[in-house]
């Protein structure tokens, strides 16, 4: 299930400032948090969906490389995103 454009926004504005700012790492960290998480429901029900599965698996790829630049380039930007997401325990 795709994220309504009314959810997208208010996610863009919570970490990008503006509903404009789409290309900040943090949105993008936020963004694919959110997709990542649907997807996983979605295999939990359909769990032979291999096609699924490795569009799951490049989502986290992506995630993992977004925030590694996040962390090598603002360590207080990266620490802010996962305390705000919950990504780390």
Partial sequence: MSLSKEFKEEIITKFGGTDKNTGKAEVQV?????????LTG???K???????RRGLLMLVSK????????????????RQVIADLDLRK
């Fill in 63 to 78: 995630r993992k490389k977004a925030l590694k630049y996040l962390q090598n380039v603002a360590i207080d930007r990266y």
């Fill in 30 to 38: 936020a963004l694919f948090s959110n997709r990542i998480s649907d």
């Fill in 46 to 52: 359909h769990p032979k969906d291999k096609h699924s």
């Fill in 42 to 44: 979605h295999l939990q």
